[in-house]
Structures are given as structure tokens and as C-alpha cells.
């Protein structure tokens, strides 16, 4: 069975007393009041979200009246009253219900391949099921609020990068000011991130991010990951003109495709863009830089810290490349060493070798 997910304000609710409950409450109805006073008109609502608000509106009772907002009571009453006569209509003409188990069996079968009413058909039929029609099917999936297969089985740009994630990579640039003898200058670093392990693969620095220059650090990419098991097979990238056709030309000899996104989406390379906001706030704001030589130090260090040290949430708070550690219930001091890196801005706790 999948692990349950509770919201924190479940929590919070399990855990109150009568007065506690109703501060909560009363918290709740003043905040729906602000945002129902943002929304101008009147809010038109699905067919499921009907449904939703029907299930959980009607065990309230009379409660309900003094806690929805989003329509006026006495809508809330007519959609219940119309959803009451369906109820009495497929009592009526709707004859003998399928036996449970093969109810729970259709809906498994839904859940677990996101087919379509004819393709659930197709697999009962290969099971020995034959007396249930379309229409039952389709009454089935409805009642549990499922919808229809082409809304189930949709990609999603989510169950895209959890197919492709371990040999999927983000790039990204990102550029940082730099004091020299000739002036300010403006410096542009590339990095690639594995959006599966959160692994970056970094550039040298350049103040002329030109076709030629990405493409050398492209090269330098894929000589890197080429002995891995899990090689690149997609690269995500922005619309930058700096992603050139060459950059497209270097990647393709190695079996690797591009998919450019679309204009104005930077949530879709979120995961690249995460990485530069972090190693932008977390370490090169803190310096003043100068040079290439003093960027590519900070860059090769605050990498390095990354990639194996610093927790990560999406990685079960371990590092993008490090292993598991063997579990301990307590550590003493003297078994634990602090290590710095860019100068002493980051620290990181380690075992100390045996």
C-alpha cells in the first residue's frame, strides 16, 4: 500500500481541542474572505470540482452555510439536491451493481495503466471478465471521480523528466561581474545539471560566450560523462542564441538530441535554474571577483561542495554523488571532522577515515 501523505493542517486539526478548532476555523473563513475579495464575479466551477466539494460539503450539515464561500449556500443545496435525483435515477433504471471485487479490479486497472474504457475492457476480457459493458465501465470510473483515459494518460512535463531522468541534463548560463585592470567586466560561466542526481558540470569562465566557445565546452561535457552507464541522451535548453547550430551539431554526434523549450518558460529548465540561484546567493555574491582566475576557483570549489557534499532534498538530503552511509544511531565528536571549502564560506561535517 502507498505511503499516505498528510497535509500539515490535518496534523494540526487531529492534534486540537474544541477551542483550537475553532480559532482554526474562524482563521480559515477570514483568509477565504481575502482572497474570495480578489477574485471580481462570480467563480464557475467544473463537474469535478463539484463533486469534490459536494463529498466533503454534505457530512458538514447546516455548518456548511456558515463555511462556503466560493458559491452561495443555496447553490451548494441545489447541486446536492440534482446530484441526489442522479443517485434515485440509476437506482431506478440502473439494475444489479457489479460485485465489488470486480469493481475494485476495474479501477486498479485504471490506476495502474491510466487506460481508456475500451482498453480496461480489453484487459478484463483477457482475464475471463466478459459481462460488463462500456457504460459500466465508464459509470465505475466516474463514481471514484476518475476521469476519462485521455485525461489520465496525457504526458505531463513532471512525467517526462521522471522518465528520462538519469540520462536527462539541463544547461544553463549564467554570467557575474568581474573587476579588472581594463574595468568591469561581464563573465559567462555554462553549466550542465543531471536533473535526475542534481549533479553540475561546469565551465571555465569567458568574457566572449561565442558559438565556437560553447561548443569546446559541450565537447568537454560529453568527454566527461562518456564512460558513464547512464550517458546523456537529452539536453534541455533555453531559446539563447548562444545555443547555436553547432552546439545542436556537437551534441548529435554523440547520439545526444536537444529539446529547446519554449519561449518565456524558465520552470521548465527550473532544476538548472535553481543551481545558479543557489551558487549566485549561497557563494559569489560573498566575493568581490577578479578575473577569470578567481570565478573559475570559486566555481571548481563551491562544485566540488555541491556535487558531493552539500544535502539535497530531492536526493534524500544526501549529495547528488556520494553513497549512502552506513546508519549510526550517534556519533561522537572525535569521530567527526569540519571541512571548509571556498575559503571557509561553506563547512560540511565528515566522518573521519577509519
Not at 431506478?92 to 490506476?111: C, D, H, T
Not at 547555436?244 to 523549450?261: D, H, S
Request: glycine fraction near 6%.
Amino acid at each position: 500500500m502507498p505511503a499516505m501523505i498528510f497535509h500539515p493542517l490535518l496534523a494540526l486539526i487531529a492534534s486540537a481541542t474544541d477551542r483550537e478548532l475553532a480559532k482554526y476555523i474562524q482563521y480559515l473563513k477570514e483568509e477565504n474572505k481575502i482572497l474570495r475579495a480578489r477574485i471580481p464575479g462570480q467563480i464557475h466551477t467544473r463537474q469535478d470540482e463539484r463533486q469534490r466539494l459536494i463529498k466533503f460539503g454534505k457530512m458538514l450539515g447546516k455548518a456548511i452555510e456558515e463555511l462556503i464561500t466560493i458559491v452561495t449556500p443555496s447553490t451548494f443545496y441545489r447541486w446536492l439536491h440534482q446530484e441526489e435525483k442522479k443517485d434515485d435515477k440509476k437506482n431506478l433504471k440502473g439494475g444489479q451493481r457489479k460485485p465489488r471485487e470486480v469493481r475494485e479490479l476495474v479501477l486498479e486497472i485504471a490506476r495502474t495503466t491510466g487506460f481508456g474504457y475500451t482498453r480496461i475492457i480489453g484487459e478484463l476480457r483477457k482475464l475471463g471478465i466478459k459481462k460488463i459493458s462500456r457504460q459500466t465501465i465508464r459509470n465505475i470510473l466516474k463514481e471514484e471521480g476518475i476521469e476519462p483515459g485521455p485525461d489520465r494518460t496525457s504526458d505531463t512535463w513532471n512525467n517526462f523528466l521522471e522518465r528520462h531522468g538519469a540520462t536527462l541534463w539541463g544547461c544553463d548560463f549564467f554570467s557575474v561581474k568581474s573587476v579588472t585592470a581594463r574595468g568591469i567586466e561581464t563573465l559567462f560561466v555554462l553549466v550542465f545539471l543531471c536533473i535526475k542526481s542534481r549533479e553540475v558540470i561546469f565551465s571555465k569562465s569567458t568574457t566572449n560566450p561565442n558559438s565556437a566557445w560553447v561548443v569546446e565546452q559541450t565537447e568537454t561535457f560529453l568527454d566527461q560523462t562518456v564512460n558513464r552507464d547512464e550517458k546523456p541522451s537529452i539536453v534541455l535548453h533555453d531559446l539563447d542564441t548562444k545555443f547555436t547550430k553547432e552546439f545542436t551539431a556537437k551534441l548529435k554526434e554523440k547520439g545526444v538530441r536537444t529539446n529547446p523549450l519554449p519561449k518565456t518558460s524558465p520552470n521548465l529548465n527550473g532544476r538548472c535554474e535553481r543551481f545558479i540561484g543557489t551558487i549566485k546567493w549561497e557563494c559569489l555574491r560573498k566575493f568581490i571577483i577578479f578575473g577569470r582566475r578567481h570565478l573559475d576557483f570559486l566555481v571548481s570549489e563551491f562544485c566540488e561542495y555541491y556535487n558531493k557534499f552539500r544535502s539535497h532534498s530531492e536526493r534524500d538530503n544526501l549529495p547528488p554523488i556520494r553513497e549512502v552511509p552506513p546508519e549510526v544511531e550517534t556519533l561522537t565528536m572525535e569521530q567527526l571532522e569540519v571541512k571548509s571549502y571556498v575559503g571557509g564560506l561553506v563547512k560540511s561535517f565528515e566522518r573521519k577515515a577509519a
